[in-house]
């Protein structure tokens, strides 16, 4: 039997629906916030709803904190839901958990029409059945190969299953998975897609507890709040054909979503999907922000905290898997709304580049307003200025942005411009040191000790002034006294950071110099 679904017009006559559904589990990978940001786009360049739905109903993977999380990383991104458990919608609740009571009923009316079962096997039954009936290619699922020989309402007498529930015996409802059918459905990014279903196994729709699994959950989820395009990563594919089944067996197959599987982010070789492994292996972010597993306390370190801008974050992401067409590269968030299309997302892995997510960094610190970068700076200065003007900052900043992939290397290329650098290379200027040179420098700190006026122009002349009494070359004078105010051979024009750090301290720095020298 051939089972196929048309794919339907993107704009049907319905408003569209998508959702984030993650399960509160740990942090948030980069993958994730991309699929958020997909929802998120498709529905604001149609004019939908976008809602968030926490998939928690497996208690054993629950990790608490985790949702609160999700919420700052959203926050963070300025990607956020219209519908969520902190703003619910018309849909609720917006939490599986809540939703607990709704879905046994749906699992027991596919029991009815034979469409799945009750299974009353023990972990013993099942691990006997994997090593009885695994062969040397393949192993053995519970599927209509094996189901005949298990502890199920299709093998117990009626007597012996009425007996079972009525004592309350544990058990499960899973699905049965029809033989030698091949369902196909259209992928709104891979197109068609079919699957063997001998291939597929009886997944568990109910559990023991009454909770369902995610398969169930999320068909009754997903038509319950009239969504109406899913996205989701890649890994979901092969459980498809169960949903695809569940749609067809509740009669609400003219409802099913569209679905989108987004390819996998892969290891900046390709070898593969990235993990946060690689991230801690090859010494970059993975999550979105920092999270501490509350477990294990294991801190891992966030996009956010290593010094990203939210906005360059997500137009990193949205580039990864998606093009416009265009050769630009840098879009605003209106302007990824506007030009976003499923049907330029990429069928294949996207390798994740860190040198090209600081490049996108790097473009959007220097479009970045010096007053919003003295705010986004606070975390990584907390700990390191003395209270300052945020003026003098927003100067600072911006003398040094050009020089910036990251918020946090700002005190690396800046400190200097707020405390006496604490060593100096004074090998890069003994090369060129001589007596000359030095009587220059001490030419130079008397007449800037006299200065009336203090800025960038006046330091300049006055420099210029020195440089021609001392009768020396203005570029052999210029290395060391960059060195003798930063401490190095790099930062900003020298004037300005003069102008900066004040006339007492310019002088101080000379002086102390000569000393060393
Ligand atoms: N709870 C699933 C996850 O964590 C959601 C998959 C889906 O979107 O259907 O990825």
Redesign the pocket.
């Known amino acids: 039997m051939y089972y196929s679904l048309p794919l339907r017009p993107l704009m049907n006559h319905k408003k569209v629906r998508v959702r984030f559904?993650?399960?509160p589990t740990g942090g948030l990978h980069l993958g994730g916030v991309r699929t958020v940001l997909y929802n998120y786009l498709f529905a604001r360049h149609h004019g939908g709803d976008f809602v968030l739905r926490i998939?928690d109903t497996d208690q054993s993977r629950f990790v608490s904190g985790a949702e609160e999380y999700i919420m700052q990383c959203l926050t963070w991104c300025g990607i956020l839901p219209d519908e969520s458990p902190a703003n619910p919608g018309l849909y609720g609740p917006y939490r599986q958990s809540e939703r607990k009571a709704l879905y046994a009923q749906y699992a027991l009316q596919l029991v009815e029409q034979g469409n799945a079962y009750f299974a009353f096997d023990t972990t013993e039954g099942l691990e006997a059945m994997r090593e009885n009936y695994k062969t040397e290619h393949h192993n053995a699922q519970y599927d209509a190969r094996t189901r005949g020989f298990m502890r199920n309402s299709l093998t117990l007498s009626k007597e012996e299953l009425t007996d079972l529930l009525a004592c309350n015996t544990p058990h499960v409802i899973r699905i049965k998975m029809p033989v030698d059918q091949t369902l196909v459905f259209t992928d709104m990014i891979r197109g068609k897609v079919s699957f063997d279903t001998n291939l597929v196994d009886d997944k568990v729709l109910l559990k023991a507890d009454g909770t369902p699994t995610?398969h169930l959950a999320?068909v009754v989820d997903d038509y319950l709040m009239k969504i109406t395009h899913?996205f989701?990563?890649e890994e979901?594919l092969p459980s498809a054909p169960v949903h695809l089944l569940l749609w067809q067996y509740l009669g609400w197959e003219s409802e099913m979503p569209q679905w989108a599987h987004l390819p996998l982010i892969l290891k900046p070789d390709g070898n593969g999907k990235l993990s946060k492994r690689d991230g801690d292996r090859l010494g970059f972010p993975v999550f979105a922000m920092d999270w501490t597993d509350p477990r294990s306390n294991e801190q891992t370190i966030g996009f956010c905290e290593r010094g990203f801008l939210p906005e360059a974050f997500i137009n990193m992401l949205a580039m990864l898997g998606w093009n416009s067409g265009m050769e630009q590269e840098i879009f605003s968030k209106d302007e990824l709304i506007q030009h976003f299309s499923i049907a330029r997302v990429h069928k294949g892995g996207a390798k994740f580049d860190y040198e090209k997510a600081k490049w996108y960094n790097h473009q959007y610190i220097q479009q970045t307003d010096n007053t919003r970068l003295v705010d986004l700076l606070q975390p990584f200065i907390a700990d390191k200025i003395l209270p300052t003007d945020a003026c003098k900052l927003a100067t600072v900043i911006g003398l040094v942005k050009e020089r910036l992939h990251l918020l946090g290397e700002f005190w690396e290329q800046a400190s200097f411009f707020f405390i006496r650098p604490e060593t100096i290379d004074i090998a890069a200027i003994q090369a060129k040191w001589n007596e000359n040179t030095k009587q220059f420098f001490v030419l130079l700190a008397q007449k800037f000790a006299a200065s009336t006026d203090w800025n960038h122009d006046t330091i300049e002349l006055v420099f210029n002034e020195a440089v021609a009494e001392a009768g020396i070359k203005k570029g052999e004078a210029m290395l060391p006294l960059r060195v003798m105010l930063v401490g190095g051979k790099f930062g900003p024009g020298v004037f300005a950071i003069a102008e900066q750090i004040g006339i007492t301290e310019t002088v101080a720095r000379i002086e102390q110099a000569i000393s060393l020298l």
């Open positions: 559904a993650p399960s998939e995610y999320v899913a989701r990563g979901w």
